[in-house]
């Protein structure tokens, strides 16, 4: 007897057609019973409309320099804009639509109406250029579009080479076809799409730390399961609380700690349009916010100039993105008095899954597999190796690595387990201990040197305000350490200063692992969520090796 087909809403069939096959796909743990999720699920609707039917309708939702609406606000305004997009745009479930604005509370509102609808989001960074916009767009055979007007130039340049995306509609302008026009005239009330669970909800582009984004599709419950894992267990936010930081929405870290996890609980959550350390740190204060997600290389920047009650209000720091140095949780601890949430994630897992709250915070280590997630650490025949030994993190659990039609599968699953490709030992206390992203690993006369150790002792001299450190190559050594150094304020480079920081390595770690080669430099390559582009530097040296250019 044939099969019954599994239940889909997606008229437009595109994403689950380019789903990896299961055999590729990781092993699913549904352990906790906060996971077991209906099959049909509309995480938009679970999220916003029964906010509504719990009563919060009057609390705030979201405010930002400018605004503040309601939960009942956010409610009418994405259903008037999945009005407009089924109506006007002819979107029917399962079409991808670009979502490309600023940290806003019009950008969630479209965030809510494209799932509410049916839809697909593809979210992307406000700073994203043509060519990384139509990269995105034809990849992900993007047919709608829903931009800030003030990004249109891009998407404009972009669109003569992207043939599938025909319905683009701006916001923020008075023109008669942009959507707060088109708005006007839709209803207030919308019936979401009952959408499966295992319907894909949203299509989260890497950054490109490691090179070309790859499209991570996350489904419905995927969405929810993030909120009652990391956010429920390890973070324990309240109602009363007011969400602040800096990653964009298109960052999946920002799209939970900013939306996802204050609307679960009916708590409330502060947009900035642009998250700089110096504007985080003021609005912490405008807003009296509670709960703040941002990188370390934030936190050491607000932590180092504060000014009087600027953070006061503050009670929970979520540090993520790159790895935390001892340094600047200590820094962060004598300023404020509070312990940061350090945790590691992965756009391929959707957001943190190993972590540990105030109380259980280890210097050093990242922590433990948050509820709902296991993790280990393999050699290289994908074997467990003994506590203390450095190897590949592995893990799985109600998220996992989905990529969009992308070789690169195999590579990040292998036997179930989601490989994130970073290297990590277990300490004798079963914490897990970040040493480099696996390509960050440096091998220099037979020693393994983790190139984020190095970084974070040299984050602890005074005159050191950022860098980076990768291996370079080396005729005797096969490689050497090198780090590319940002200086604070007023401090000048020298050689003096060159044999200061080598000393001071040597005498704060093993002094093997001390950068033989120190170079100064005014800012360092990052991502647009702020995360250090190592390859970037690689690829300058070999570049400069190809050409002929200095050592």
Not at 135 to 158: W, Y
Request: charged share 25%; hydrophobic share 40%; proline share 7%.
């Amino acid at each position: 007897m044939r099969s019954q087909a599994p239940y889909t809403a997606h008229v437009d069939t595109f994403a689950a057609d380019n789903l990896p096959p299961t055999t590729f796909q990781p092993d699913f743990l549904f352990d906790l019973p906060e996971l077991q999720y209906p099959e049909r699920l509309n995480c938009a609707a679970v999220l916003l409309d029964e906010a509504i039917e719990r009563g919060w309708g009057d609390r705030v939702a979201f405010k930002d320099a400018s605004t503040s609406w309601t939960y009942l606000d956010l409610y009418h305004r994405a259903n008037q804009i999945a009005g407009v997009l089924v109506e006007d745009l002819r979107l029917v479930p399962g079409n991808r639509v670009l979502l490309h604005g600023f940290n806003a509370p019009m950008t969630v509102a479209c965030w809510f109406a494209i799932l509410k609808a049916g839809g697909i989001v593809v979210a992307s960074m406000p700073v994203a250029r043509a060519k990384e916009l139509t990269e995105v767009i034809n990849k992900a055979q993007i047919t709608h579009a829903l931009l800030d007007a003030r990004l249109a130039a891009e998407l404009e340049k972009a669109l003569p080479g992207c043939p599938t995306l025909s319905y683009p509609c701006p916001l923020g302008t008075d023109e008669s076809q942009g959507l707060e026009a088109r708005m006007a005239k839709r209803s207030p009330t919308f019936e979401a799409v009952i959408t499966s669970a295992e319907d894909v909800a949203l299509i989260a582009f890497t950054s490109g730390t490691t090179g070309t984004p790859k499209g991570c599709m996350h489904f419905h419950r995927d969405v929810l399961a993030i909120c009652d894992t990391f956010a429920k267990y390890v973070l324990r936010a309240s109602a009363d609380d007011i969400f602040i930081g800096s990653p964009p929405l298109a960052f999946t870290f920002g799209l939970g700690g900013l939306v996802l996890f204050p609307m679960r609980i009916g708590a409330s959550g502060v947009l900035l349009e642009r998250g700089s350390p110096e504007l985080l740190r003021t609005a912490i204060r405008e807003f009296g916010a509670t709960v703040c997600f941002t990188s370390p290389t934030a936190y050491r920047m607000m932590a180092d100039r504060p000014e009087r009650g600027d953070l006061a209000t503050l009670r929970k720091c979520v540090s993520a993105g790159e790895a935390l140095p001892a340094a600047t949780r200590q820094l962060w601890r004598e300023t404020t008095g509070i312990e940061l949430i350090d945790g590691i994630g992965a756009t391929e897992m959707l957001h943190i899954f190993i972590s540990a709250d105030e109380t259980e915070a280890k210097p050093g280590a990242t922590g433990k597999p948050i509820p709902g997630y296991r993790a280990c650490v393999l050699d290289p025949t994908g074997e467990p190796v003994p506590p203390g030994v450095v190897g590949r993190l592995a893990v799985k659990g109600p998220t996992g690595c989905r990529y969009l039609a992308d070789p690169r599968q195999t590579e990040y699953v292998q036997e179930g387990w989601n490989l994130t490709g970073d290297a990590y030992l277990v300490d004798e206390d079963g914490y897990f201990v970040h040493q480099a992203r696996t390509d960050d690993m440096i091998i220099s006369a037979g020693y393994n040197i983790a190139g984020p150790e190095v970084e974070a002792a040299l984050l602890m001299h005074d005159a050191v305000r950022e860098c980076a450190v990768i291996g370079v190559p080396d005729a005797d050594r096969g490689q050497i350490v090198k780090a590319y150094v940002g200086l604070r304020n007023g401090i000048t480079p020298s050689d003096e200063l060159t044999h200061e920081l080598q000393d001071f390595v040597k005498r704060t770690i093993a002094p093997y692992k001390y950068p033989r080669a120190i170079e100064f430099r005014t800012s360092l390559p990052r991502t647009a969520t702020g995360k250090l582009q190592r390859y970037v530097l690689r690829e300058e040296k070999t570049r400069e090796s190809t050409d002929g250019g200095s050592q």
